[in-house]
T-cell receptor, first 116, second 111 residues
């Protein structure tokens, strides 16, 4: 299955600052997904990162707050902008595919963000 | 009604026992169903897909009940290492970008 490297693994940030999370995959993938998992909550899809086009955002998430880059088929970044304590969460990137087939996701280890 | 609902637990189960929990979904048009396992402070990992005919993988059995709109996960002969949070995931439309996760059921296997 795909191996996903995500960094930083954790960070503590000040209110009002921005943080960029990087996600590197060891194989070329068409779509990469960015999720958020807040304490005690389910995984929530933020956006789908497509190479060569703008990311597709889910309801409740906007590009100004969560800009995404997808410069090639193996890499993506998610920026959490102008952070507030409510942004404290685990952010996970994921890709679809092998070994278990279509619609199955493999996740990165996640980036645990704490905003003071 | 939330799209995907799970009993958060925790389920405290003695080692060796059988445990089962369900996950209900609201969209009758849902097509694909999965169980993921998430260990504490780790990322979710696929445990098994859930097929219409049900499927079994060792001590784990997953079943789909379309009429009542739920999927189930049964764990036999539970091990201490089965302690984790079990997330169900449902695709209601589209592909993987249509995955909706439940909040998870926390399982604790006690020695």
């Amino acid at each position: 299955s795909a191996v996903i490297s995500q960094k930083p693994s954790r960070d503590i940030c000040q209110r009002g600052t921005s943080l960029t999370i990087q996600c590197q995959v060891d194989s070329q993938v068409t779509m990469m997904f960015w999720y958020r998992q807040q304490p005690g909550q389910s995984l929530t899809l933020i956006a789908t990162a497509n190479q060569g086009s703008e990311a597709t955002y889910e309801s409740g998430f906007v590009i100004d707050k969560f800009p995404i880059s997808r410069p090639n088929l193996t890499f993506s970044t998610l920026t959490v902008s102008n952070m507030s304590p409510e942004d404290s969460s685990i952010y996970l990137c994921s890709v679809e595919g092998t070994p278990s087939g279509a619609n199955v996701l493999t996740f990165g280890a996640g980036s645990r963000l704490t905003v003071l | 009604r939330k799209e995907v609902e799970q009993d958060p637990g925790p389920f405290n189960v003695p080692e060796g026992a059988t445990v089962a929990f369900n996950c209900t979904y609201s969209n009758s048009a849902s097509q694909s169903f999965f169980w993921y396992r998430q260990d504490c402070r780790k990322e979710p990992k696929l445990l098994m897909s859930v097929y219409s005919s049900g499927n079994e993988d060792g001590r784990f059995t997953a079943q789909l009940n379309r009429a009542s709109q739920y999927i189930s996960l049964l764990i036999r002969d539970s091990k201490l290492s089965d302690s984790a949070t079990y997330l169900c995931a449902v695709i209601s439309g589209g592909g993987a970008d249509g995955l909706t996760f439940g909040k998870g059921t926390h399982l604790i296997i006690q020695p």
